[in-house]
């Protein structure tokens, strides 16, 4: 990582593609720099997206966040600041902010728009303050705004490191088959039931279920690994079906007993099931929320896709997404 450059102008535009978990992470060791208590792997889903433009402002008096046309203030107006003032440190200036960013998809109902959210405002606050930082260094800019926003940055399948430290939490790559990344759908079968992940991760270390996902979660990881490398789409999606499950147990049997499934969740969850008793390649999965993540093939997504539409929900078809990228002047919100 080196300095500012002294030519730049101080302002970026980037976006960057929500995560689908694949081995999740609930809780925090440590919440301001929010370093989880165990690695997580996730893939990027496209062309679902943020886009958010950033500018250092010598003249502003305050930091300014806006998202989807709304101001943004309390706790998120934390997170946001947070990012901001960990590229500031790293920049060595002082100016205030002028943030703006906008979601092609619908944000807090499961589909990881934390991840690319803060992923895109990491991207857009190093490139407008001018820092030369490679993807897996910019992850732990991200990191300070949600977790999963790390796995953003580096995009596709990554995979987070748990550590309490730059050096060590942070996300990479994890390499994978073309075909098996060419030949993958998503279908997203949105339930719109609003949930509020923070809560949840401050929550899950007190549920009696924790400390038993912790006990098998670091094996999950590397079978994970080995699956993705392997390019095995059934071991792949029946871990990631399994640890939506896990991690489900976790949430649930916290202090609030949050139960965030909606009955179309489990209706997408039960045609799934009938959908593979009839031979077909498909697993459910689901991060913190009611939505449902659909994973098939290309050669099976339109019969997997009118099953699941039939459970009363809106659906999208998705692919794998690539890493965050910093865009053009002319993408520029302002």
């Known amino acids: 990582m080196t300095g500012p450059a002294e030519s730049a102008d ?19 060791r440590d919440e301001e720099l929010r370093f989880p208590y165990h690695d997580s792997i996730s893939l990027c889903t496209a062309p679902s997206v943020t886009t958010t433009t950033a500018a250092f402002e010598p ?16 706790r998120g107006a934390e997170r946001i600041r947070a990012v901001a003032d960990r590229v500031r440190d790293l920049a060595e200036i002082d100016h205030r902010v002028r943030f703006e960013s906008e979601n092609s998809f619908r944000t807090n109902i499961g589909f990881g728009s934390s991840s690319s959210g803060f992923a895109a405002a990491a991207m857009s606050l190093v490139e407008a303050a001018g820092l030369d930082m490679t993807r897996p260094q910019v992850s732990t800019v991200a990191r300070r705004g949600s977790s999963s926003a790390a796995r953003a940055v580096t995009g596709a399948f990554s995979h987070l490191y748990a550590g309490a430290n ?25 339930v719109p039931a609003y949930k509020e992940t923070e809560q949840a991760h401050r929550e ?11 006990a098998h979660i670091h094996d ?9 490398r392997d390019g095995d789409f059934d071991r792949v999606f029946e871990l990631a079906e399994h640890d939506s499950l ?14 965030y499934w909606q009955p179309r969740t489990i209706a997408v969850f039960n045609t799934v099931r009938e959908l593979r008793e009839e031979g077909l390649p498909v697993y459910f999965s689901v991060d913190t929320g009611a939505s449902v993540y659909v994973n098939t093939t290309a050669d099976h ?10 459970c009363g929900v809106d659906t999208h078809v998705w692919e794998v997404g690539g890493p965050a990228r910093v865009l053009d002047g002319s993408a520029a919100l302002f």
Do not use: N
Request: hydrophobic content about 45%; proline content about 4%; overall charge negative.
């Open 10 to 28: 101080l302002k970026a535009t980037a976006c960057a593609h929500p995560i689908q978990g694949l081995v999740k992470y609930h809780g925090m």
């Open 59 to 74: 003249d502003r008096e305050t930091d300014r966040y806006v998202v989807d046309g709304e101001p943004v203030e309390g």
């Open 166 to 190: 730059d050096e060590d939490c942070r996300a990479e790559r994890v390499d994978v088959p073309a075909e098996f990344a060419d030949s993958l759908r998503v279908v997203a079968a949105t």
């Open 204 to 214: 899950a270390a007190e549920s009696h279920m924790f400390q038993a996902r912790l």
């Open 220 to 228: 999950q990881v590397v079978d994970m690994r080995d699956a993705l």
């Open 246 to 259: 896990s991690l489900a147990a976790a949430t649930m049997t916290g202090p609030a007993g949050w139960v």
């Open 301 to 310: 997504v339109e019969r997997v896709e009118a099953a699941v539409a039939d």
